[in-house]
């Protein structure tokens, strides 16, 4: 009795669609990839995956590989499909999707960049780069995304970040990439990015509180107000004023981050001499 209904769930299993076959029955119908690179995944899979990534990437917020797996994780069934379709209602959006262009350092001269006028694009761009010590070579390639054009809406965002950064000046350290992401999670609504801000817990009490009076309310803010960053083809406004593209996308340059650190730091070092200072002078004269 117990063979032969094992062989109608079989046999009914066999019956369904590929797609649905494959989730449901992976180890027999593992599925070929849809491009060079994509790992098929079942929902329990992806659910595994999903878990795995947020502890990790909890415990350690610069594992980018994570941050990434994450990423791919929870952008189905709703999320890449969203943000895919806003990219065909807008009029860029669409010339994205057709030539599919990509963001790596052999695409994009940083030599160059650094040589356009100051306060353009590129130049800021490249200057965010060298400030930060990275290179657009640092994105991973999305490979648990099924469809191969969310899949490049998905790479798209990720090697578009960087731009987003430069454009706001705000640094990868965790404040910095907590602000980027609570902005992005406000305008792509992708949940890794709400899902990041978890690492919040990881901040000081003084970075945890200049978070959520500073950064938060202006990450919020104009990431509801300001027009889709994904629409915009960064590759065609590097000689674009950065000033008047901040204009066009709605987006306020937030306070620098950098500075408030050092003037805190700096702070912190003068009450820590004067009071070494008093105390100096309370032991020579036995006050």
Do not use: C
Request: aromatic content about 8%; cysteine-free.
């Amino acid at each position: 009795m117990k063979l032969t209904n094992s062989v109608t769930t079989v046999k009914r299993i066999l019956a369904l669609p590929p797609q649905l076959r494959y989730r449901t029955f992976s180890i027999l119908n593992r599925p070929s990839p849809n491009y060079p690179g994509h790992v098929p995944l079942t929902l329990v899979e992806r659910g595994a995956l999903a878990l795995g990534s947020a502890f990790g990437s909890l415990r350690n917020p610069y594992r980018h590989d994570l941050i990434a797996a994450l990423g791919e994780a929870t952008a189905k069934p709703y999320f890449v499909s969203r943000l895919r379709r806003a990219m065909l209602e807008n009029p860029t959006g669409r010339r994205i999707l057709k030539d599919k262009p990509r963001i790596s350092s052999q695409s994009m001269s940083l030599e160059k960049l650094r040589q356009l006028p100051d306060n353009t694009v590129g130049r800021a761009y490249a200057a965010w780069l060298d400030r930060e010590g990275v290179t657009p070579d640092t994105r991973d390639s999305v490979r648990y995304i099924d469809d191969p054009e969310e899949a490049y809406v998905m790479q798209r965002y990720r090697e578009t970040h960087d731009f987003t950064h430069a454009i706001t000046g705000l640094p990868v350290i965790i404040e910095g990439e907590l602000a980027i992401k609570a902005f992005e999670f406000a305008n792509t609504v992708l949940p890794m990015t709400a899902l990041s801000l978890v690492a919040v817990v990881r901040l000081k009490a003084i970075e945890r509180k200049r978070f959520f009076d500073t950064y938060l309310p202006w990450a919020l803010s104009n990431g509801l107000k300001s027009e889709e960053v994904i629409n915009v083809y960064w590759e065609e406004e590097l000689e674009t004023d950065v000033d008047a593209l901040r204009e066009r996308l709605g987006i306020e340059m937030p306070p620098d981050l950098r500075e408030m650190r050092k003037v805190l730091r700096n702070q912190k070092r003068a009450e820590k001499a004067a009071r070494e200072a008093r105390e100096r002078v309370g032991a020579a004269t036995g006050v």
